[in-house]
């Protein structure tokens, strides 16, 4: 029971908007230097900040991020979290990440509401169920959980799919990750920003990066709408935009960037409790803590920079979904947006040194850059603070698209998420 001094609190601050509450974060002014700079204020470019300093003892950073904290990618995604990746290089990072999941809360001392609610992927034809007995093998061979279903352990998990027989994509089987569940996004990023903040790290929202300053080879610090910001060290991580700024020091990388859309449905009481993704229908669902169905697909085919996607995608995950949860169809949907996803050749991130000394980028994660959070600004911070990148992340780099040794986690990726 609360006592009547906070509750007095609370409806002290209502009446005022909140405005005399203490802020989670400082809003300080940019300083003319610092020892490090990271360039986006989403969940890899906050964790990265929070590692350096809470690891490395690097906590003269500043977290720099062009609109407000978490308003990119980070804000615009399912919130999905799994680490049933097929190939070593991925499972091992992923896994890396979900293990840091697992206590995230308690790391940071704020609730990212973490659910370990499971994952399965559905099998709907006989090259599925290959396939998926392939993957469950392949991801156990690595010590990740993982395991097969028939179609009567799939209906005690999910009871309300379609299970019939002469449906067009009938139901054989599933994967499942027990420990795969969904998080939410917006804490993820303000628990890394205040604990980052508490740690002496300077965050400066609304300030767009215009340029990076690069003389002999080596970085010099970057130009800003909010003036010139010396460091030896700059980590870029502005998802959606990684060629952008790359191009700012001369750097031409592989990627595309493409609209990434979701949508929620009106909320419900709970009736869906795992995540189910299939690959063949083209759609995946959880419901949220609030009781809304969240849904998304695939990417849209063509490259834009653009926050919104087009409705035939919106059409065909409406679609897939009332295929796979015919009861589903009643539902209202609300509202829809659009994330921009940066999309490397073999759907694998570059998380590494650059040919320019001091520079560093973390992007290319496509649709799985929720779900490595916690993984990817720690190996990130890593890299940084060593001049070296950890073992985990030592296969991703922009090299490996000269040389061949690619990293093809399509696979993983055929449905967004």
Avoid at 36 to 51: D, M, N, R, S
Avoid at 155 to 169: E, G, S, T
Avoid at 173 to 193: E, F, I, N, P, T
Wanted: glycine content about 10%; charged content about 20%; overall charge neutral.
């Amino acid at each position: 029971m609360k006592s009547k001094y906070s509750i007095f609190s609370l409806a002290r601050n209502a009446l005022d908007y909140h405005e005399n509450w203490t802020e989670a974060w400082r809003s300080p002014e940019p300083k003319p230097a610092y020892d490090a700079i990271i360039v986006g204020g989403g969940g890899h470019g906050l964790a990265t900040a929070y590692y350096l300093a809470k690891l490395h003892g690097l906590t003269n950073i500043a977290v720099l991020e062009k609109g407000w904290l978490g308003g990119g990618n980070t804000g615009r995604n399912t919130t999905i979290v799994r680490s049933n990746y097929l190939w070593d290089e991925s499972a091992f990072l992923y896994e890396h990440a979900l293990k840091l999941w697992e206590s995230l809360s308690q790391d940071l001392n704020f609730n990212v509401m973490f659910s370990q609610r499971g994952l399965m992927n559905l099998a709907h034809n006989l090259h599925d169920l290959r396939e998926i007995q392939r993957r469950v093998n392949a991801i156990r061979l690595n010590d990740i959980d993982s395991e097969f279903l028939t179609v009567d352990q799939v209906r005690q998990i999910c009871p309300i799919l379609n299970f019939d027989p002469k449906a067009r994509h009938p139901i054989l089987g599933a994967s499942l990750q027990r420990r795969g569940g969904v998080a939410r996004h917006d804490a993820v990023a303000w628990g890394y920003a205040r604990a980052a903040d508490a740690l002496g790290v300077d965050i400066i929202q609304n300030c767009e990066v215009s340029g990076l300053r690069v003389a002999n080879n080596r970085i010099q610090g970057v130009e800003t709408t909010r003036g010139y910001i010396a460091a030896p060290k700059v980590g870029c991580v502005p998802a959606g935009h990684s060629s952008v700024i790359a191009a700012m020091a001369g750097l031409r990388f592989p990627i595309e960037s493409h609209p990434l859309q979701a949508l929620v449905s009106e909320p419900v009481k709970p009736i869906l409790h795992t995540v189910v993704m299939s690959g063949a229908v083209h759609v995946y669902v959880s419901q949220s803590d609030k009781g809304e169905l969240v849904l998304g697909a695939g990417i849209d085919a063509y490259t834009s920079y653009a926050q919104r996607g087009s409705p035939h995608i919106l059409e065909h995950q409406l679609g897939s979904l009332t295929e796979l949860f015919p009861l589903f169809s009643r539902l209202r949907f609300m509202r829809q947006w659009g994330g921009i996803v940066d999309v490397c050749p073999d759907a694998s991130p570059i998380v590494a040194k650059m040919p320019v000394e001091g520079l560093y980028f973390n992007c290319g994660w496509g649709t799985g850059g929720f779900k490595a959070t916690p993984g990817s600004g720690w190996v990130f911070a890593y890299t940084i603070a060593q001049d070296r990148p950890h073992k985990l992340n030592e296969a991703f780099t922009l090299e490996r698209f000269s040389h061949g040794y690619l990293i093809d986690e399509h696979g993983a990726a055929a449905v967004a998420h």
